[in-house]
């Protein structure tokens, strides 16, 4: 079983709609969570950090749910500009606090 | 956000040669720094954790004498992709990791940077 999974897509959604993915993780001492986004040939950015309570930072909205292993990232009113691929993260405990990186999810919004 | 920077950020090289990458954090002293590759399509591989003064720490399958990593100061890592062959043809990616500790109520803040990769290719 991979270390983090996600669902590869691609999701082709028109602009304005609610897309939603979903990631799951196998290292229940896992200890930090993130969303980042990375457009076609660049390095990946950081989009949010996932927290227990749930976050949300404008149209994307993070949620974690510890006991299932599991993370979602909530798009709302999606853009043309949202069109990349998202990748969830996990970063485990340890010295070093290595980030073990799922396949990522691709997202294209059209108009 | 803090910068990291990496160079070049293309490279075109003829198999047998050797390719050195920068990378360096503009803005933080970074005691430790990532190495990453990623073939097209695929995610981001982990190759080897880069620490300030010492060894670097190499992920399962990537060959040491072939990827060297040097770390000499708190700004800078290398890379340098040796005898390099078609098959290293890459995104390389580094990242830095910028760790505070603040003042007296012990919060932490612990963030890694990327870099904006160095493509490789290998005629």
């Known amino acids: 079983r991979k270390e983090v999974e996600q669902d590869p897509g691609p999701f082709n959604v028109p602009e304005g709609a609610t897309v939603a993915f979903n990631c799951t993780y196998s290292?229940?001492?896992?200890?930090?969570f993130f969303w980042y986004r990375q457009d076609c040939r660049k390095e990946p950015k950081l989009l949010m950090s996932?927290?227990?309570?749930?976050n949300e930072d404008g149209r994307f909205t993070a949620q974690l749910n510890r006991a299932s292993q599991y993370i979602s990232l909530l798009i709302r009113d999606s853009k043309l500009s949202d069109s990349a691929t998202y990748l969830c993260?996990?970063?485990?405990?340890?010295?070093?606090?290595?980030?073990?990186w799922g396949l990522g999810t691709s997202l294209a919004v059209n108009p | 956000g803090a910068v990291v920077s990496q160079h070049p950020s293309r490279v075109i090289c003829k198999s047998g040669t050797s390719v050195k990458i920068e990378c360096r954090s503009l803005?933080?002293?970074?005691?430790?720094m990532f190495w990453y590759r990623q073939f097209p399509k695929k995610s981001l591989m982990l190759m080897a954790t880069?620490?300030?003064?010492?060894?670097?720490?190499?992920e399962q399958g990537v060959e040491k004498d072939k990827f060297l990593i040097n770390h000499a100061s708190l700004t800078l890592s290398t890379l340098t992709v040796t005898s390099a062959h078609p098959e290293d043809s890459s995104f390389y990616i580094c990242?830095?990791?910028?760790?505070?500790?603040?003042?007296?109520?012990?919060?932490?803040?612990?963030?890694?940077?990327f870099g904006p990769g160095t493509r490789l290719t290998v005629l």
């Open positions: 880069s620490n300030e003064g010492s060894k670097a720490t190499y």
């Open positions: 993260v996990v970063q485990n405990a340890g010295n070093n606090r290595k980030l073990i």
């Open positions: 996932v927290y227990s309570s749930g």
């Open positions: 803005d933080f002293q970074a005691t430790t």
């Open positions: 990242s830095a990791r910028d760790f505070r500790v603040g003042g007296t109520s012990g919060r932490f803040a612990d963030t890694q940077y």
């Open positions: 290292n229940s001492a896992s200890q930090s």
